[in-house]
């Protein structure tokens, strides 16, 4: 999630760290106006300025429908969990994710105890790092970035290039490294036929428009394991945000056709459990 300014970050927490409305109360508007229509099929056939109109439009009408939930009533225990959180994962750059959902990032790998967690969108590694510390010995997180070779010509939901950033730095000498693989594309054209239907957990924190986050979901449902779990990170954002909205219609579609799907509550993620197999029980 990106967030320009200290006041905009302000502006944020203090509406992440608000007491969450209960579901029964109705869905909660992102903005006002009426619903956007539905995105263009293949959004990289429009100009940076139709894409960015594209995106205000679905954040126009966009509403937050998942009931929300403590994340001990999704996963029992985690509250207690006892997570490992290394210093370096300290805030530091303003799209990076903050230390509290990193906190339940790896409270909800503690609780599911995965061997295979598949990750859209490394970014620095913080999430990365989060999950694999938290992970059984033996563990292992697939982690999928674009190669930073093609981030100057890389087509998104927005436009065309991405700034530079250091790619996995987080987790990079750390004695967590040998747990995580870096794979390099685009997650549109992700080849993950080794993954197909193991992984216990996938992460979707990649590109935040509604195109692309609905094409990440699919490939999610297709890597997990039944009795896995699906997150999304950025489900509900801050007004200067509207790009990802793209997310939360993603989800919203997604929990119409599925159900089963919740916001953890003071945090930015929904999460979703596919049916199946019972969770495996920690060591």
Same mark, same amino acid.
């Given at each position: ?55 205000? /439009?679905?954040?126009?009408?966009? !509403?937050?429908? #998942?009931? %929300?939930?403590?994340? =001990?009533?999704? *996963?029992?225990?985690?509250? @207690? ?67 930073? /070779?093609?981030?100057?010509?890389? !087509?998104?939901? #927005?436009? %065309?290039?991405?700034? =530079?950033?250091? *790619?996995?730095?987080?987790? @990079? ?111």
């Amino acid at each position: 999630m990106k967030l320009h300014s200290l006041a905009a970050w302000k502006k944020a927490a203090r509406s992440w760290l608000e007491d969450d409305r209960d579901a029964a109360a109705g869905p909660r508007r992102a903005g006002g106006g009426r619903p956007g229509g539905d995105a263009v099929g293949d959004v990289t056939k429009l100009s940076p300025r139709e894409r960015r109109k594209a995106a205000h /439009a679905i954040a126009a009408g966009v !509403e937050f429908l #998942l009931p %929300t939930r403590p994340v =001990d009533e999704i *996963l029992p225990g985690a509250d @207690r969990a006892e997570v490992v959180m290394l210093p370096r994962l300290i805030r530091h750059h303003l799209w990076s994710m903050p230390e509290h959902e990193l906190l339940v990032l790896g409270a909800i790998a503690t609780m599911i105890n995965p061997t295979l967690v598949v990750e859209f969108g490394t970014f620095q590694g913080g999430s990365t790092l989060a999950l694999a510390a938290n992970m059984p010995d033996g563990g292992r997180v697939v982690t999928v970035d674009l190669d930073p /070779a093609e981030r100057r010509t890389h !087509e998104h939901g #927005l436009g %065309t290039g991405l700034m =530079d950033f250091d *790619l996995g730095c987080l987790f @990079r000498g750390t004695r967590y490294e040998s747990m995580i693989e870096q794979r390099y594309s685009n997650t549109l054209a992700f080849d993950a036929d080794d993954l197909l239907g193991r992984a216990d957990l996938v992460f979707v924190d990649a590109d935040h428009t509604y195109e692309f986050t609905k094409r990440d979901t699919a490939k999610a449902e297709s890597l997990v394991r039944p009795g896995g779990w699906i997150l999304w990170h950025d489900y509900t954002w801050a007004p200067e945000n509207s790009e990802c909205a793209g997310v939360t219609k993603a989800v919203n579609e997604f929990f119409q056709h599925h159900g089963a799907c919740f916001q953890i509550a003071k945090t930015r993620f929904a999460i979703h459990r596919v049916p199946g197999a019972a969770m495996r029980k920690s060591a």
